[in-house]
């Protein structure tokens, strides 16, 4: 007997894979309105349940990705900027081009973005951009948690009013599926008066923070050696370089918190925190990340990490400490595109001992916990967001090694309940 009155839609598939518990063969998810509202074998959900089925044939079903690190202001930089001969010279190359753009090249950028994201099964985003007062212009196709990404390297008298003027913007928007945050840019362009402005506002508003932190090993010698080319570029801009010289990055980041208006620092305000990058660090940051309670998210970017050369990311070490590890594209300034299939081969060749379960939990599980939606997101379970996609698989025994290795674009997508790409592949009949 069906349990409701309500719409149904059943969804079958020749595999669901949940990301909560055994991937299930000939199995359905029924959709109601924005929510899985079942999961099961298909046999079992049709008695159960009432609805029109959509069979995807020899699919796989797979909750949607889940990006946790971009910038898709700079959809519009891919190819523009070839690998230099420092990350300074990058910056300076990057600052170059955006030089170039106006308010409307960074709409459509980010536009473009978002319908390519979409494109590679990515159904949420945690997007950074320079230009919040633009949000209410753009329609996200997916779901998106914006980060205003601020820098007050120039003016760091000012870090208060800039980070209020973001807040501000953010707090215009009023878009479906869409969250905000803060994003101070890094240690070298923004002050400790901003990353403690953000802290103070995110403990307040209950809203998350992320930054680049300890990215390369120009940051670490500018901060701990007060030397390099890093350090060199800031220092002719204006930046006040009084603060290198004695710590590593990490020690500089938990340090300028250590004011923090959030009382038990330590443990709340490090949850709020997505931290970008992590490839330095030294053998006293690691103590220090053993003492740390109250565990960060780090987001890892693979090809992003490729491109610079960066010293090999330490997922292990990071892992056995009990940080949780997310996969994100990064920009596309210092990338190809933004599938995330992409990132998790990326993520494979390096780490070869991983399972590929285990690296698809990155963009899936692991990227809804860093947003605080390990309940909602990431998994096809009762209760959460209709948010799905599905890809060719005709395996049984390497399934998660071919959800891996798929590397063209996904045709069908639901977000929010809503399917948003359908090639000729659906067919539609009346259940009863
Ligand atoms: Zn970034």
Known sequence: MPESRERRMIIRARTVVTMDGAPIE????????????????????????????????????????????????????????????????????????????????????????????????????ANLTGFPELIPQVRAPIRT????????????????????LAVESLGKTSLARASWGLAPHALFTASGNLYRRCEEIAGRENTLLTTHLSESGEEMEMF???????????????????????????????????????????????????????????ESDFKLLERSRGKFNVVHSPRSHDYFKHSRFPFERLRALGFNICLGTDSLASNENL??????????????????????????VNSARSLRHRNALGRISRGFRADLMAIPSNERRNLFEAVVAFDSAVDWVMVDGKIERVRELACSQPCR
């Open 224 to 282: 701990r050696d007060a030397s390099g080319s890093l350090y060199e570029f800031l220092k002719n801009i204006g930046r006040d370089m009084s603060d290198c010289g004695n710590e590593t990055p990490l020690q500089h980041f938990l340090k300028i918190r250590d004011s923090s208006t959030l009382k038990d620092f330590g443990a709340r305000s490090n949850k709020l925190w997505l931290i970008a990058h992590l490839n330095e660090l030294t």
């Open 339 to 364: 599938s995330l299939f992409a990132e998790m081969r990326a993520f494979q060749k390096e780490f070869s001992g991983i399972s590929p379960e285990e690296i698809l939990q990155m963009v899936t």
């Open 145 to 164: 948690w914006w980060f205003a990404e601020l820098i007050d390297v120039r003016m760091p008298d000012r870090a208060s009013e800039i980070v209020d």
């Open 26 to 125: 000939d199995g359905a998810v029924v959709v109601s309105k924005d929510r899985i509202a079942d999961v099961g074998k298909f046999d079992e959900i049709k008695r159960r349940n009432a609805g029109e089925i959509i069979d995807l044939g020899e699919q796989a079903l797979l909750p949607g990705l889940i990006n946790a690190h971009c910038h898709l202001d700079y959809t519009c930089l891919r190819g523009k900027i070839p690998p230099q001969r420092s990350f300074a010279d990058w910056i300076r190359a990057i600052n170059a081009e955006k030089a170039k753009l106006s308010p409307r090249d960074y709409l459509a950028s980010i536009s473009e973005g978002f319908v390519e994201a979409k494109r590679f099964g990515t159904t949420t985003i």
